[in-house]
């Protein structure tokens, strides 16, 4: 079972409710089942198995306002905070043990947040006044990028993601 959305990434985008992956555990995205009507196809083979992603056509919006709905307690984390960061690439990387400053970069204290939580070396921070729930809800309404746009990991290819997810990383 995973949180994964189809609006994170273009290989979440070919993703199904039930992913279907191979007796190696290998997703073929050219042989995902089509979902039409919401009709779920759950057969398969011995050693085949499902992923099941049951958020699959949620955005980024609709979690936020789902978080509001239910007023549910989110880490500070998701807030923005004064940080020291490094900005590669048009990425601000926040300063931590495995951040190692380049020579061309220098170390700026910047109010920012995480619009997306994940490995330290790969995810980058927005500049972002934003420090409650419908501050940040009011951004992600007018922000002209994805959250995962702040993912370094998701610009080493093209393909990245579903390469990975093609080796059954994923």
Known sequence: MGGARRDEEKARAKERFFSHRDE???WDPKNQRPELWMLLNGKKQMGEHFRI???SNWT???V???IALEDIAIPNLYFSHRRNVVDRGGMLL???DFITVRDNETIEEMTVRFRTIG???CT???LSPASSLS???DEVAASKTTERGTRADDKRSETAMEDRKKAGYF
């Open 135 to 137: 501050e940040i809800i």
């Open 64 to 66: 936020w306002m789902y």
């Open 119 to 121: 490995d330290m070396t």
């Open 94 to 96: 926040a300063m931590s």
């Open 24 to 26: 190696f555990g290998q």
């Open 53 to 55: 992603f049951p958020l």
């Open 60 to 62: 980024e919006m609709d």
């Open 124 to 126: 980058g921070a927005v």
